[in-house]
Every structure is written in C-alpha cells, then in structure tokens.
C-alpha cells in the first residue's frame, strides 16, 4: 500500500512538472508571437505612411480613405494595430493617420517606435507631411521678414557679429571701413592705409610722403644734386 502510495507521488509530481514545462512554453510562446504581432503592426504602419506620402506627391492631393492607397487582398494581408484600421483626418498642413490603443501605455509604446508619431489621449497619431512639388524652391524654408518697427534691419544696415565664426569664400568685399588683427591676401588694392608697422618685400609707390618730406621731394633734389655735381666736374672744380 505505502508502494502505491510512493507510485501516485511520484506520477502527481510528474504531471506538475509536465504542466509548468508547458506552461512555460506556452508563455514563451506566446511572449515571441506578440513580439512577432507588434513587429509586424510597425513594419506595415510605415508602409501605409510611405504609400499615403506617395499618393499625395503624385495626385497633388491627400488620399481620402485607406483604400485609395490598397486594393482589398492587399487590405487583408495588412497587419493593423490592434486590428483596427487606419482612420485618415486632413490638418492643415499634413494628414493624420490615427488609431485608437487599449491603453494609454500600449499608444505610448507605438509611437516611441514610430519617428513623428505621437499620442492624444488613447490614440496614436502618425502624420504625413504634405510634400513639397519637385519644381518648389527654398524661398518658403528660408527668407527674410519686413521689421516695420526697425527698418534698418531691412536693408541689413546692422552690425554682423559671427561670434568667433569665419566668413569664407568672398568673391567681392565693399566696404568703408574693416577693423581686422591680421590680412593675407594675394592683392591688396586700397585709395587709403592708415598702418603703425609694415614691413615688405618690395614696395612699388609714384610717391611716399612722411611729415617731414616725401620721396618725390628727396628724388627731386637728389637729381639737382647730381646736376650740380656733373657742372662742377666740367669745370674742374669737383674732383
């Protein structure tokens, strides 16, 4: 009797460990499929995103319903978030793609994984920006506003301070007036130089003056000098 006892012991404890084995296996299981399932949601939720962008870049205009983007066998093999459909609402400047989570947690979650996305209330919302035509140009990206209140700024009558930037690859610079530590330049052309030290290799000038003088002076008289002194030789006076 004790025997049998061990025996149905023995089989009790095996069932228990069977069961928790499958039951681990289960949740296992089931942990991979909805791994599998969320990945899934992502991946088709981008391809919905990309085919909405498309369809408005090549129709001029957003598409209305889901169904303007895929045909029904293509809407049947599509994996849908929560499998609810994508429902589309037209903003001002782009069109939402949104559906409704379980939880808030579980809409938090999506749009993490998805760039752009975002959450209002339970609801993860994807929006698809309006594309801009191939033929567009930057001028809506980058321009300059009218100042009523400061017309100076209009004519960029204003100082440019770069913070310690360079500005590079000037083709022409006119200017009144440029305050700077240090000039390296292939040619320098200027009417005036106003300098406390320069110091050249060659200097090529129709005149040089000092406060004293100018070289066109010094030149002058030195030429006389030299005429002075050739009539002196002719009369034998110098030597």
């Known amino acids: ?19 928790s084995l499958l039951l681990m296996i289960n949740q296992a299981w089931l942990f ?3 791994q599998q399932q969320r990945q899934g949601w992502l991946v088709d939720a981008e391809q919905v995103n990309l085919a909405a962008s498309d369809f408005w870049a090549e129709n001029g205009a957003p598409p ?25 609402t037209l903003g001002e400047n782009w069109l939402e793609l949104s559906v409704s989570a379980p939880s808030l947690d579980q809409a938090q979650w999506f749009v993490r994984q998805i760039a752009g996305a975002f959450v209002r209330g339970n609801e993860v919302v994807m929006p698809v ?13 980058l321009h300059r506003l009218e100042q009523t ?4 700024l209009n004519t960029m009558a204003t100082d440019l301070d770069m913070g310690q930037f360079d500005i590079i690859d000037i083709n022409n610079l006119d200017t009144q007036r440029l305050t700077v530590e240090t000039i390296r330049a292939d040619e320098l052309e200027a009417t ?15 005149d040089v003056i000092t406060p004293t003088t100018s070289l066109q002076e010094v030149s002058d008289r030195l030429a006389e000098y030299i005429q002075l002194w050739k009539q002196c030789e002719l009369q034998g006076k110098c030597s």
């Open 192 to 206: 005036s130089v106003k300098t406390t030290e320069l110091i050249v290799t060659t200097v090529y000038a129709q």
């Open 1 to 19: 009797m004790r025997q049998q006892g061990f025996v149905m012991l023995e089989v009790i404890t095996a069932v228990v460990i069977v069961s």
């Open 32 to 34: 991979k499929s909805s």
């Open 129 to 141: 920006w309006q594309p801009r035509p191939s033929n567009a140009t930057n001028e809506d990206y």
């Open 64 to 88: 209305g319903t889901i169904r303007d983007l895929f045909t029904e066998q293509e809407l049947a093999i599509l994996r849908f978030p929560w499998h609810q459909e994508w429902q589309f």
């Open 149 to 152: 209140d400061a017309p100076h």
